[in-house]
């Protein structure tokens, strides 16, 4: 069975004609992305080249700083005209000539050309100080962190990752993260929180870095099994929404031709029985532990809030999922994104922000307030602020990380690493770039908040106003998160 037999014409399952589909010019899928804002990005970072950094960088481990010398140096800078020189703060350490002649660089094949990645590079992580208050961490989190971790044993979700993986997840502490975050949150929502950013970022960790859990790693047929599971527990109560049903073509065109029939056959038995079934028949199906332990706290969201809020949270993580699988798919094939107009959708897609950002719905249900409709949600300004944050986020998180995505494990998903090949400039420079970059997406965060604000109807306004702060917290909540690791791991990394 071919998937646009079985996509059109199967009935009451995944049958849709484009051509029958009208929506509102307010509903428009946040999924699909606004193409402008992409390249408009892009230009605005290419125009940036131009400027002169002045921005100091600063290793942000004292261990770094050992046996190194801060000088002041003029640095030509190549992102701008040939002509032009930065001075630029940088830690030289004392070999960092012989580092240079003896060189060793890691060959990876990109989707344009071959890049090279010099491990041996000057490199520190640029200073960042967010412009927003920092929370103190929510006092619930410790005791939460293993409660959490409790729930997941429950599930056997380590057994499925294997000891090395799931001791790595242990040491990162995410919860804490939940709890820089949601600092504010009452008890019974910020236990929620935690399961599900624990679960999510153990997700994002499996499918980032494969070849390291036991039972869940590089082979891509599993990584696929485990999407589709995932996608079955999403679309159980949504099974005849046009946006996911749209969403599974490019998951199952990722599948081998050898079992996509196979597949595709299966995921519609299992939509047909969800289109006439209950809870029950959802909990009746046999799932792996990941996928059974977010079944469960799904089926809790999706009995507090209302449908509008539960099915954008199901369209923001199934495209989440296919970031994932994007990515895991790129590395297996050896082919990266070698521009920022490629980079920054993939990032933004696989990053995992929009699920997590989303969780505010239920805070605001939670206080009783009056839900964001959907053509304020879906409109041009909440849009804005939510990619500007996924923005923010990711790219902070790339700077921070760089030492070890790239450096260390030679993986070429990384904004620095990406402006420092399509501008032919040295990782520093990339790196300050990166940060210019990131002050220009909060501005373009507060620019968006301001005007939402504006606009949005009285109603919903206590709504608005809390999107608005939960997105200023994931800026400095991430950021604390990060300085509160830096004893432990000078290569930690969340998303």
């Known amino acids: 069975m071919k998937f646009d037999v079985w996509y059109t014409n199967t009935t009451n399952l995944i049958r849709y004609d484009c051509s029958t589909v009208r929506t509102s010019p307010w509903d428009k899928s946040p999924l699909l992305g606004w193409v402008h804002d992409m390249y408009s990005m892009a230009s605005k970072a290419q125009r940036n080249l131009s400027k002169v950094f002045s921005m100091g960088s600063k290793a942000m481990s004292s261990n770094n700083s050992k046996g190194k010398k801060a000088v002041k140096v003029a640095v030509k800078n190549k992102l701008a005209s040939t002509t032009a020189t930065a001075g630029v703060t940088m830690n030289l350490g004392e070999a960092a000539v012989q580092r240079k002649m003896s060189m060793q660089k890691v060959q990876v094949a990109s989707s344009s050309s071959h890049v090279l990645i010099d491990p041996d590079e000057n490199y520190d992580i640029p200073e960042f100080v967010p412009p927003y208050e920092m929370a103190e961490i929510h006092p619930l989190t410790a005791e939460f962190t ?22 790595k997840f242990l ?52 990584l696929e099994n485990l999407i589709l599971e995932l996608n079955k527990v999403l679309m159980w109560f949504f099974s005849e929404d046009p946006h996911l049903r749209q969403q599974l073509k490019p998951l199952f065109s990722s599948f081998s031709a050898s079992r996509q029939d196979a597949a595709i056959s299966a995921f519609s038995k299992t939509l047909a029985h969800a289109f006439s079934s209950s809870n029950i028949g959802l909990m009746a199906l046999r799932m792996q ?20 809020c539960n099915l954008r949270m199901a369209r923001y993580i199934q495209n989440y999922l296919l970031g994932c699988i994007r990515e895991t798919k790129n590395r297996k094939l050896q082919v990266f994104p070698s521009t920022l107009v490629e980079y920054i959708p993939l990032r933004r897609q696989s990053v995992g922000m929009e699920p997590l950002i989303v969780v505010t719905d239920l805070f605001i249900k939670s206080r009783h307030w009056v839900e964001i409709p959907n053509w304020v949600f879906y409109g041009p300004h909440m849009q804005r602020l939510l990619r500007a944050l996924c923005d923010v986020v990711a790219w902070y998180n790339d700077v921070y990380s760089f030492p070890k995505e790239v450096l260390k494990q030679g993986d070429p998903h990384n904004l620095v690493f990406i402006i420092s090949q399509e501008h032919d400039c040295s990782y520093m420079e990339a790196a300050i770039h990166a940060m210019e970059m990131i002050q220009n997406r909060m501005n373009d965060l507060e620019t968006a908040a301001s005007y939402l604000q504006v606009e949005a109807p009285y109603s919903c306004r206590n709504g608005v106003e809390e999107y608005s702060r939960i997105c200023r917290q994931w800026v400095s909540g991430s950021h604390q998160f990060h300085q509160s690791s830096k004893t432990s791991s000078e290569d930690h990394r969340i998303l």
């Open 171 to 222: 040491e990162e502490k995410i919860s804490y993260l939940a709890g820089y975050v949601y600092a504010e949150t009452e008890a019974k929502e910020f236990l929620w929180c935690c399961k599900y950013m624990s679960l999510i970022l153990l997700l994002d960790f499996i499918l980032d870095e494969p070849g390291r859990g036991d039972d869940v790693d590089d082979d891509l047929e599993k």
């Open 146 to 167: 293993e409660e959490t971790n409790r729930w997941l044993t429950h599930f056997q979700v380590d057994v499925q990752v294997g000891p090395k993986v799931w001791q």
């Open 289 to 308: 532990p990941i996928a059974s332990a977010f079944r469960s706290i799904w089926l809790e969201y999706c009995e507090y809030l209302p449908y509008e």
